[in-house]
């Protein structure tokens, strides 16, 4: 079973090197956190397959790497300038502001508040006589009103000259829309096609918390998949597909997964239809994935106010028309979070028990690590050497531990999710060997607990394949 708590995950990660608190020896910041050893290993992991599947395979796609600040022309034009609020209301007792509508659900898990307006939210907790969670004060809330969760900044460095405002980016869909002229002239694509892109967003929000799931800056893959207008419903159910499929084969149970359709109140201001494929959290459903229908909206009107024609010409006819857009979007931090989720188990075992994280082995931070029986030295030269070996002909993930006792070191990999561990005993050296045991080493496998007497030549032609599979081959 996943994990039935956050604090049991949160526990892990810090303690395993997956989560760190941000700036945590000087009091911490906020919602921001620090992704560790195991962490980064993961997310990158997940990153890396993902832009596998849905570009590098795939010839109606082509990807970018766009700057993250932006003239700030960009976020008139997209309307997030106008329309990127949230609905906050501040304690006049303590002085603390919340999201309102955080406020009201937490407060009534049951009661739908999507697209409410500030004044509507007010009423809510007015007659609802919601208290501070901070202070425990009721009837001590301001007004709610909108806040916009654009990042501002300056550029200049030299104090008392010029300075110009720009905006951290709140969404990484912009750039691709910016640059599809650019990317249309030197690709030469043809409809349907997409615009991919990795990176980070910032958003200026006050957050409820659920450790990384929702914080001020994170990172999102998603592409712009531009279209003509008749074919949006046959792609957007396409595209719904693929979410769902990629999400079985990172390894999530579908009773966990659900797909939930955005009411008329809540769709953003550019989208025309939009569902989130969401995952039983222990904090609730979830969204993981997010899929939107946008209309030509964004190319329109950066064309408006650019002055540039954005335009699809086809090669065939010279029709000009405005592509429409789906939007796949993946929440790379939220997918983080919920793959461990998903992943944790605490099992019972015949005469013990243990933490384990059934990882993908294609995402495991850790793939194969490499244990010295011992730490005698005979032991430890001959499983560096092997682990010498592996590092340089395979591609995998690979530790060597000789810290505390065998059995100890199984628990610490099961705990971090590594799917085959290789022990180096006295018979690998010949010593107190079985006939034909020399030069042979264990291998005992992660989910299953089997271990598995191989030779090392062997050994070596199996980690190949395992590494030529996972690394390479899964789509």
């Known amino acids: 079973m996943p994990a039935s708590s956050l604090d049991q995950l949160v526990s892990l990660c810090k303690r395993r090197g997956f989560v760190f608190p941000g700036s945590e020896i000087y009091g911490g910041l906020a919602n921001t956190w620090d992704y560790g050893p195991l962490g980064v290993e993961l997310k990158n992991a997940l990153r890396d397959w993902w832009w596998e599947r849905f570009v590098r395979r795939r010839s109606d796609m082509v990807g970018i ?31 603390v502001r919340f999201r309102a509508d955080h406020l009201i659900q937490d407060a009534c898990p049951d009661m739908n508040v999507e697209g409410q307006s500030p004044a509507a939210l007010t009423s809510i907790i007015q007659e609802k006589q919601i208290p501070c969670p901070r202070c425990g004060m009721k009837g001590t809330f301001t007004e709610a009103r909108k806040f916009n969760l654009l990042f501002r900044t300056d550029l200049g460095v030299v104090e008392g000259e010029e300075q110009h405002s720009v905006y951290l980016r709140g969404e990484i869909a912009q750039a691709m829309f910016v640059n599809f002229k ?54 957007f159910g396409y595209w719904l597909a693929e979410q769902k499929s990629w999400a079985a084969e990172i390894g999530f149970a579908p009773e966990r997964l659900r797909v939930r359709e955005h ?77 461990l989720l998903e992943a944790y188990d605490e099992e019972k ?14 995402i495991a931070p850790i793939q194969v690590a490499i244990l ?10 001959k499983a560096q050497e092997l682990y010498k070996k592996l590092l340089h002909e395979t591609g995998l993930r690979l530790d060597f531990d000789v810290t505390g006792s065998i059995g100890k070191r199984y628990r610490r990999q099961d705990e971090i999710g590594t799917p085959q561990c290789i022990t180096v005993d006295f018979g690998t050296m010949g010593e107190d060997a079985k006939q034909g045991e020399k030069d042979t080493v264990t291998i005992r496998d992660r989910d299953t607990l089997k271990q598995e007497r191989m030779g090392i030549a062997a050994l070596l032609s199996k980690l190949s394949d395992y590494d030529h599979f996972f690394l390479r081959n899964c789509s």
């Open 65 to 95: 790497d766009a700057s993250i600040m932006m003239n700030p022309k960009v976020w008139e034009a997209s309307g997030h300038v106008a329309n990127f609020h949230d609905a906050m209301i501040d304690c006049k007792n303590c002085k």
């Open 182 to 235: 650019s990317v249309l002239n030197t690709t030469r694509k043809r409809l349907p096609f997409g615009i991919a892109s990795v990176g980070k967003a910032f958003r200026n929000e006050i957050t409820p918390g659920n450790f990384v799931y929702r914080t001020l800056e994170f990172d999102l893959m998603e592409f712009e998949y531009f279209i003509r207008p008749k074919t949006w419903e046959q792609t």
């Open 263 to 339: 009411t008329k109140e809540e769709l953003a201001h550019y989208s025309k239809r939009t569902v989130d494929l969401e995952y039983r959290t222990p904090f609730g459903w979830k969204e993981m994935f997010g899929l939107a229908y946008r209309t030509d909206f964004d190319l329109k009107n950066h064309s408006k106010h650019s002055g540039e024609e954005l335009l699809y010409t086809d090669p065939d006819t010279n029709e000009k028309l405005t592509p429409h857009v789906i939007e796949p979007t993946f929440g790379l931090s939220r997918l983080t979070l919920m793959t």
């Open 349 to 362: 075992l015949e005469n013990d028990s243990r933490t384990v994280l059934h990882l993908h082995p294609r």
């Open 372 to 381: 010295p029986l011992s730490k005698k030295e005979n032991l430890v030269n």
